[in-house]
């Protein structure tokens, strides 16, 4: 066994890591590495929309056709999802998972409190979050650079790092549910369903008026969308989603410090 949780944990989750983290920067590099030969398709796609839409997407109709709206459509509605699904993978095995493969005996036996081996592992799991996403910011970075892409840098830095909050909240999220269920494929069902349904009820709400109330409730309502290029950094969303995500790590320490496990 390596010298602590963080560590082991670290390691375990190498191949997921780097799988994500090179595919995810090949896939950024070329979606701005292609954005010179797409833009008038795309321009002609928002227009398409109508202004009202296409303005609640982009914030405004003069951004339709600019790279900052191309970034917004084809890469920030989905770099959610992609971290989501790395989370979801690595967050269901850190209780239930470890559970089920009846390692928690060895691990329950060293001198080290069960809110510290929560933590640690969280940490672990957030630094390979960090590390995917460092790799898609110079992925995005270089296929801007190679095509030649009239784009702030710096913006579109901070738009990648703005995705970071949010995977706070479903690593936290996915924590809860791994301490609380003690199925790993049950923890891994309910975050999925709670992201997919908190995407859906995002996304639908930009059509449909009377849904807005309600994606209030949704942790994709403060995720941004790339809101550094398009609006600016909204750090009363970064603070909701930090906050409840706490919240959520903390009832996550609290299931696990009652939890009987089994043998």
């Known amino acids: 066994m390596m010298s602590s949780v963080f560590s082991k944990t670290f390691y375990d989750q190498r191949w997921s890591m780097g799988g994500f983290a090179v595919g995810l920067g090949i896939l950024t590099f070329f979606i701005l590495y292609l954005y010179p030969s797409v833009a008038e398709a795309q321009a002609e796609i928002m227009e398409g929309m109508g202004e009202s839409i296409a303005e609640s997407l982009v914030g405004s109709m003069a951004l339709v056709g600019s790279a900052e709206a191309y970034l917004s459509f084809q890469l920030f509605s989905f770099q959610p999802l992609y971290l989501a699904i790395f989370l979801i993978i690595e967050t269901s095995s850190t209780v239930a998972g470890e559970e089920r493969d009846k390692t928690f005996d060895i691990l329950l036996t060293r001198p080290i409190?069960?809110?510290?081996i929560l933590l640690e592992k969280a940490l672990a799991i957030f630094l390979g979050v960090v590390i995917i996403t460092l790799a898609t910011t110079i992925g995005a970075v270089a296929g801007?650079?190679?095509?030649?892409?009239?784009?702030?840098?710096?913006?579109l830095a901070l738009s990648m790092l703005n995705t970071l909050p949010f995977a706070f909240w479903v690593l936290c999220f996915g924590l809860f549910c791994s301490a609380i269920f003690r199925s790993r494929k049950t923890a891994a069902l309910v975050a999925t369903a709670v992201v997919?349904?908190?995407y859906m009820l995002n996304s639908l709400s930009e059509f449909v008026l009377s849904l807005v109330t309600w994606s209030q409730f949704s942790p994709m309502y403060y995720y941004g969308w790339g809101a550094p290029l398009l609006f600016g950094m909204r750090w009363d969303h970064i603070g909701i989603l930090l906050g409840t995500g706490l919240v959520f790590l903390l009832l996550a320490i609290i299931a696990f410090q009652r939890r009987e496990i089994v043998s």
């Not at 801007?144 to 913006?155: F, Q, R, S, T």
Request: charged share 30%.
């Open 113 to 116: 409190e069960r809110w510290r």
């Open 144 to 155: 801007a650079i190679a095509a030649d892409v009239e784009l702030n840098l710096v913006d």
């Open 196 to 198: 997919v349904a908190g």
